[in-house]
Nanobody
Framework: QVQLIESGGGLVQAGGSLRLSCAAS????????MGWFRQAPGKEREFVAI????????DYADSVKGRFTISRDNAKNMVYLQMNSLNPGDTAVYYC??????????????????WGQGTQVTVSS
């Protein structure tokens, strides 16, 4: 059973920064793409960022491109999301997810089978 545990959320003023972390269990962590998604109240879960199993490839939603950076440390089974220049529109619960198949790179949430419990990010204006 794979467990994902997010941390690092909180309350921050507009223009501020946060760094989210996701700790994953399992010995095959390095074979899976990992993604960050978010869900605001009354809205569907949306893609934020994805990183490939090796960390060589990354992609971002247009709304966060240039402000957010996803990274991973396979030796520690960790994924990170550095969020800069935050604005109130970034307020949401942030989830990390693991793709359903090894060596499969996609930002479609339906292709992810394990999720963390989420961490709340609130950006005040």
């Amino acid at each position: 059973q794979v467990q994902l545990i997010e941390s690092g959320g909180g309350l921050v003023q507009a223009g501020g920064s946060l760094r989210l972390s996701c700790a994953a269990s399992g010995r095959t962590f390095g074979a899976y793409a990992m993604g960050w998604f978010r869900q605001a109240p009354g809205k569907e879960r949306e893609f934020v960022a994805i990183i490939s199993w090796s960390g060589e490839n990354t992609d971002y939603a247009d709304s966060v491109k240039g402000r957010f950076t996803i990274s991973r440390d396979n030796a520690k089974n960790m994924v990170y999301l550095q969020m800069n220049s935050l604005n109130p529109g970034d307020t949401a619960v942030y989830y990390c997810g693991r793709s359903r198949r090894v060596y499969y790179y996609t930002g479609e949430s339906s292709a992810y089978d394990y999720w963390g419990q989420g961490t709340q990010v609130t950006v005040s204006s």
